[in-house]
């Protein structure tokens, strides 16, 4: 008995060593995206005559979770002249299926995900028109549905990337790096600190909010009569900036490495900014605060 318990323990111990080696770079790679977030002066000077003139979205999967739907969302910015601008690319349906399982193990999804087609499917010829792409992180469920994209889309699009997004990669990113280098997207790096803008696109901007991943970024997107702001996976759900929840401990800690200190002041941020008319925040996974701020 003494021998087995031994055994128990130096293989908890083996464990603990083996987390605390793969997560602790993770850890301290993330707590060191930090810096001061943007004014509500410069999200509204984004605001220009040339700027995009309308903003849809597109759901590809779906999953009932036991917290709630998780929808696995696009979306399409869209300027007066045709061009279009992609934020996050969801996944194909195998990949879908394999989150969804992983969906079932960690976060009690009782029901496999409802597949509603690839972002590339659900464009149809409109993908022709994509002149950019843009990730508010590189999770898988936000750059394998690319792989598709590229397939139906072939050259002449660009990804936007800052220089965090581009080059701070973790276990849980390196794989959605690799798809974004190697795809039909040319590398277009936003570099410098604060809201970083491209020519390309008029009345869009990036920002290195760090948090969730060392690569997360929000991006801010500037409408005539407001300034929507894509704030990827900060949080889950909408609400959970309305009251100012936290993810759980598990997740925050074991299963994504995030900065907590972090996601709570853009949290407290978003917060106030939503609170303003002069803007709207869209949660990525969060469906029904896509249908209520955006255009299907
Ligand atoms: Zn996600």
Redo the contacts with the bound molecule.
Sequence with gaps: MAKLLKLVGVVLILGLVAGLVVLLPAHLQVRGVAAELPSRADLLALRTEAGPSRVGFITTSQQDLDRGTIGHNSVIVEWPNGDLFVIDAGMDEKSARDFGELMSTIAGASSPPVIHGTLAELMGADVARVQGVGFTHL?I??TQGLVDFCASRGDGAVALQTTNQKTLHNLHTSEGAGIVDSSCLKAVELGGDGLVTDDRFPGIGAFNLGGHTPGSTLWAVALADRVLLFSG?ITNTKASIDDDVDKPWIYSYLLVPEDTGRTAEIRHWLRELDGDDAFAVVV??DIANHAAVLSR
């Design positions: 999770h469920d936000h996976d990525s996974h």
